[in-house]
């Protein structure tokens, strides 16, 4: 069955920085907008970043703009969720999922074909 896989998730110090990479498995990423969300414990779901299926738009949380950046490299198949500046308030699961449609202009929808298992990420000193 196709799937998505996060990877780079940790332990990291305030302040400190994360690499995730969310990869497809089973399928090309090159025609589907890729979203990143977390959920922390007793929290429900929230939306981080969007990324339409060529790059051209993106999309981010309030809470993390200006530290976090989402691309993509679509030779590797990749998505990326460059996170920096972490604070603790950043811990959580996060998840990539992947849609054939557009990133929701407003909210972050729903209408997802694909998720991902999730990696921790964890802000601690």
């Known amino acids: 069955q196709w799937q998505l896989v996060e990877s780079g998730g940790g332990l990291v110090r305030p302040g400190g920085s994360l690499r995730l990479s969310c990869a497809p498995s089973?399928?090309?990423?090159?025609?589907?907008?890729i979203s990143w969300f977390r959920q922390a414990p007793g929290k429900e779901r929230e939306g981080v970043s969007c990324i339409s299926s060529r790059g051209g738009r993106l999309k981010y949380a309030d809470s993390v703009k200006g530290r976090f950046t989402i691309s993509r490299d679509n030779a590797k198949n990749a998505v990326y969720l460059q996170m920096n500046s972490l604070k603790p308030e950043d811990t959580a699961v996060y998840y990539c999922a992947a849609t054939f449609r557009a990133c929701p202009a407003t909210g972050w929808g729903t209408a997802y074909d694909y998720w991902g298992q999730g990696t921790q990420v964890t802000v601690s000193s």
């Open positions: 089973g399928f090309t990423l090159d025609e589907y907008a």
